[in-house]
């Protein structure tokens, strides 16, 4: 399991009922049952990791903690809650969003501290008072969101997402990402009394 393998053509079984099967047997201990596993899910659970992270070497590391994940956990599925796919496709969801929040956590501590370790200009002095005053604008016109509205202009314009990359991030459909982003911007736009 050191390298992603292809699926063999045809029908690669550990669909549906296999698969729950395969899983039960994995949790015992089951190393085959367990290969079939990961033939049969490989590439659809990589795709996923791919599409949110849109980097190969993380993705294909990630995707091997997903199945190592499940190696581990296997005797948690629970046929009763949904299809073995469904529990393994929510297990690489979250996983590559993990991966996401993490790496912008680990970009918003690398910016904060370059920030505060960088020589502060004599000159400058009027321009941080200004811009810490403008911060605190934002802040205060960002508290005046509702929650839903603030998580989705704060990925849109903070973090630099796109609609479509908000939308995925929050599993959410694009037109509500959309929408709460536009009635977001207008909330702040009036909090903070700027014409439009």
Known sequence: ?????PVPSGDPGGTGDDLAGLLR???????QAFARVYDATAPRVHGLVLRVLRDP??????????????WRTAARYDVSRGSALAW???IAHRRAVDRVRAAEASTRREATYHEQNQEVAHDATSDAATAALD???VRQAM????????E????AFFGGYTHTEVARLLDLPVG???TRIRDGLIRLRDQMGVAS
């Open 1 to 5: 399991m050191s390298h992603l393998s």
């Open 25 to 31: 047997l994995s949790a015992r201990g089951d190393e």
């Open 88 to 90: 393994l496709m929510t």
């Open 152 to 155: 989705a202009v704060g990925l």
């Open 57 to 70: 070497a993380q993705s294909e590391e990630v995707t091997q903690e997903i199945f190592l994940e499940v």
């Open 135 to 137: 911060a605190h604008r």
């Open 143 to 150: 508290e005046s969101l509702t929650e839903v509205q603030r």
């Open 176 to 178: 509500t990402a959309k």
